[in-house]
């Protein structure tokens, strides 16, 4: 696992409570993740995510992941676990806005103590966002804890590849992106099999290397003027931000910055 000193959960909450955090959502979308819609769909019909089932969002964000999985896969009910305010507060008014209020509960809180009952929920969920959490060990225990005997821990997030990070490469990676630690696919398959589940998928899903060509063709050919406006107008800034995009775009086409799926079921 990938570790840079001096990042703290303190760094995360000031990237999504600015603009930064509004620059990922402008690309990205409500589903603040690779691959929005489709990754979800997958993600949720591979793991046997549906009807009637309860689940957790752990770093739920804007609660997009739980609008998805009761609108599309028919959750009864979802937890959503985060620690910043301001994004909690986007949950709150995009849940009340879709009527789903009574089924989208939101806890602001640190996802590897979130104060939630053992054995309670069929799944715990995250797309792309356990890359900020510094102890990916207590995060999965956490996880797993919750959920019942049989449950299932699904979830996307940003890991490095098959093809090793330099260490330059990794400083200037997880610094741009206010990363702490970075996984592996192996990583968290161990931590999830320590902590007695079965894994039923972990694999790159190959959707990084082509989003992040999307995500830099939106910004320069079509939202330079609104993420500019985002920023203050500040046009260096926007050149930095673009220059560690590029800088990204080339660790995924060498296979060195991937999304991993993770599926796994609690024994």
Same mark, same amino acid.
């Given at each position: 696992?990938? +570790?840079?000193?001096?990042?703290?959960?303190?760094?995360?909450?000031?990237?999504?409570?600015?603009?930064? #955090?509004?620059?990922?959502?402008?690309?990205?979308?409500?589903?603040?993740?690779?691959?929005?819609?489709?990754?979800?769909? &997958?993600?949720?019909?591979?793991?046997?995510?549906?009807?009637?089932?309860?689940?957790? &969002?752990?770093?739920?964000?804007?609660?997009?992941?739980?609008?998805?999985?009761?609108?599309?896969?028919?959750?009864? @009910?979802?937890?959503?676990? %985060?620690? +910043?305010?301001?994004?909690?507060?986007?949950?709150?008014?995009?849940?009340?806005?879709?009527?789903?209020?009574?089924?989208?509960?939101?806890?602001? @809180?640190?996802?590897?103590? @979130?104060?939630?009952?053992?054995? +309670?929920?069929?799944?715990?969920?995250?797309?792309?966002?356990?890359?900020?959490?510094?102890?990916?060990?207590?995060?999965?225990?956490?996880?797993?804890?919750?959920?019942?005997?049989?449950?299932?821990?699904?979830?996307?997030?940003?890991?490095?590849?098959?093809?090793?990070? +330099?260490?330059?490469?990794?400083?200037?990676?997880?610094?741009?992106?206010?990363?702490?630690?970075?996984?592996?696919?192996?990583?968290?398959?161990?931590?999830?099999?320590?902590?007695?589940?079965?894994?039923? %998928?972990?694999? %790159?899903?190959?959707?990084?290397?082509?989003?992040? &060509?999307?995500?830099?063709?939106?910004?320069?050919?079509?939202?330079?003027? &609104?993420?500019?406006?985002?920023?203050?107008? %500040?046009?260096?800034?926007?050149?930095?931000?673009?220059?560690?995009?590029?800088?990204?775009?080339?660790?995924?086409?060498?296979?060195?910055?991937?999304? #991993?799926?993770?599926?796994?079921?609690?024994?």
């Amino acid at each position: 696992m990938r +570790t840079l000193k001096g990042v703290t959960l303190a760094d995360v909450q000031a990237v999504y409570s600015g603009p930064e #955090g509004d620059l990922w959502e402008l690309i990205m979308g409500e589903q603040i993740h690779i691959g929005g819609f489709a990754s979800s769909m &997958d993600l949720a019909t591979r793991a046997g995510i549906g009807e009637g089932m309860s689940g957790v &969002d752990f770093c739920c964000c804007n609660g997009g992941g739980m609008r998805f999985l009761t609108k599309f896969r028919g959750v009864a @009910s979802m937890t959503g676990v %985060d620690a +910043t305010e301001k994004v909690l507060g986007r949950a709150r008014e995009r849940c009340k806005a879709l009527e789903l209020g009574s089924r989208i509960a939101l806890v602001q @809180s640190d996802v590897c103590q @979130s104060g939630l009952p053992s054995d +309670t929920f069929d799944f715990a969920w995250g797309e792309d966002a356990w890359c900020y959490v510094p102890d990916k060990a207590r995060l999965i225990a956490e996880a797993v804890r919750v959920v019942k005997p049989g449950g299932i821990v699904a979830f996307t997030d940003w890991v490095e590849g098959a093809v090793p990070l +330099t260490d330059e490469e990794s400083n200037r990676y997880l610094a741009f992106m206010k990363f702490p630690t970075l996984e592996t696919l192996g990583g968290y398959k161990a931590l999830l099999e320590k902590n007695g589940c079965e894994v039923l %998928d972990a694999s %790159d899903t190959g959707r990084f290397a082509p989003h992040v &060509d999307l995500y830099i063709d939106m910004l320069t050919k079509q939202l330079t003027y &609104d993420a500019l406006k985002i920023i203050g107008f %500040d046009v260096k800034m926007m050149e930095m931000l673009g220059g560690e995009m590029v800088f990204m775009q080339r660790l995924a086409h060498e296979g060195k910055a991937i999304q #991993g799926r993770f599926i796994a079921r609690k024994k």
